[in-house]
């Protein structure tokens, strides 16, 4: 089994920055994926990033790929967020799980089995 634990997340106001963690513990291969997924209420879960640390292999949405960015330790992956905007206002959740293609593991809320508690983040303007 596979645990993860999210903390951060919180209100800013725009221009603002944060940090997401998530740490992961239990039967855990390096080959997996560790992603990051956001949520508003009543709405699916929209994939933000995705790393793969045995290849060091990060991917983004659109959105954010030059605002966000990723790095681990050994156990914790760490989602930077930078420049927030109101519009990045969501709960926040990662993931864990083996995806076979780049693409859905930033994607593909479907492809994941495992999930952190979520972080809400909240900007304002």
């Known amino acids: 089994a596979v645990q993860l634990v999210e903390s951060g997340g919180g209100s800013v106001q725009a221009g603002g920055s944060l940090r997401l963690s998530c740490v992961v513990s239990?039967?855990?291969?390096?080959?997996?994926?560790v992603a990051w997924f956001r949520q508003a209420p009543g709405k699916e879960r929209e994939g933000v990033a995705a790393?793969?640390?045995?290849?060091?292999w990060t991917g983004y949405s659109g959105s954010v790929e030059d605002r966000f960015s990723q790095d681990k330790t050994k156990n914790t992956v760490y989602l930077r967020m930078s420049s927030l905007k109101p519009e990045n206002t969501d709960m926040y959740y990662c993931?864990?799980?083996?995806?076979?293609?780049?693409?859905?593991?930033?994607?593909?809320?479907?492809?994941?089995?495992?999930w952190g508690q979520g972080a809400q983040v909240t900007v304002s303007s």
């Open positions: 993931a864990y799980g083996r995806v076979h293609r780049y693409y859905d593991a930033r994607t593909n809320p479907r492809e994941y089995n495992n």
């Open positions: 239990g039967d855990t291969q390096t080959h997996n994926f």
């Open positions: 790393i793969q640390t045995a290849v060091g």
